[in-house]
């Protein structure tokens, strides 16, 4: 039977009994709205420990005052349901006030990994990712921590965090899950019509270009970025490109020229809709 916890008080309690009792636990937090991306990220969690803590919490902290926080769809009853059928034991849901008290005042940052890309174009985002995970690592105590590739940026700044403040937790980057169409799996997702939604794979067709530009011996990221605007543009014409980057998850700063490890990044508003996704090209 999964149990579903809303207070952190028990929450801690039932971690403590799970180590006494000597078994390993994998964390996949979440905002909710889950999708076969979040559930892949609990399926991988099932294969990583004996318990699996799923936490639905959307997170005021990580969203900008001109953000989405208010539309973030939701459907707990739906997670729930999903969660269980993905394998989860136990679903950690709290309450915003009891996760961010009234005299809340106490953020975590981590400095230089978060000065580009998205933390460049949201500002004190990551102090929200971060401030939140350390909280929900500190509450469930897990042995791994399971994030997907599609924020690839906050899933190294959380290893950059759990490595600085000596918590030894592993951590699984699970691969990004797509649609038929090649649109990566988001929630806001749901914000599109039909026609919208193969306008977003301007995203996906633009990483595919790179790839096979890359494929064919082309090195340059000026040449690579021209031909993906070029294809956004092409799929979506009043697509509005936050950032197309090459970069290595090491620094998250421009690299001049693809090598190994270097990943292209991009950011694109569709229809309104803030979509990211990336793609390892070498
Ligand atoms: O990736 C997300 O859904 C969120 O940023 C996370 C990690 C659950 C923190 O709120």
Redesign the pocket.
């Known amino acids: 039977m999964m149990q579903t916890i809303r207070s952190i008080k028990k929450m801690q309690q039932v971690a403590r009994k799970i180590a006494a009792e000597g078994k390993t636990t994998a964390l996949v937090?979440?905002?909710g709205f889950l999708h076969e991306g979040h559930l892949s990220l609990i399926r991988r969690a099932r294969k990583a420990a004996d318990i699996v803590i799923t936490?639905i919490?959307v997170?005021p902290a990580?969203f900008g005052p001109r953000e989405d926080l208010s539309k973030y769809p939701r459907d707990e009853k739906g997670d729930i349901r999903k969660i269980r059928k993905a394998g989860g034991d136990i679903v950690f849901i709290p309450k915003a006030t009891d996760i961010y008290p009234d005299d809340f005042q106490t953020y975590i940052t981590v400095e230089r990994l978060t000065r580009s890309l998205e933390g460049e174009s949201r500002p004190r985002h990551f102090r929200g990712?971060t401030t939140?995970?350390a909280k929900l690592f500190n509450i469930t105590q897990p042995d791994v921590a399971v994030?997907?590739q599609k924020?690839l940026q906050?899933a190294y700044v959380l290893k950059q965090m759990a490595n600085d403040l000596s918590w030894p937790i592993k951590f699984v980057i699970a691969p990004t899950v797509r649609e038929k169409s090649g649109l990566a799996m988001s929630s806001r997702n749901k914000f599109f019509s039909p026609e919208q939604r193969l306008e977003a794979c301007c995203l996906y067709y633009a990483l595919r270009t790179a790839e096979a530009m890359v494929k064919s011996g082309v090195k340059d990221t000026v040449k690579l970025t021209k031909e993906m605007r070029a294809v956004i543009r092409a799929t979506c014409p009043t697509a509005k490109v936050d950032y197309i980057a090459l970069s290595k998850p090491t620094s998250f700063l421009p690299v001049y020229e693809v090598d190994r490890g270097t990943f292209c990044l991009l950011a694109v508003k569709v229809h309104g809709v803030r979509l990211i996704d990336n793609m390892k090209l070498r």
Do not use: K, S, W
């Open positions: 937090p979440t905002m936490t919490f997170n990580q990712v939140i995970v994030f997907g924020d906050q």
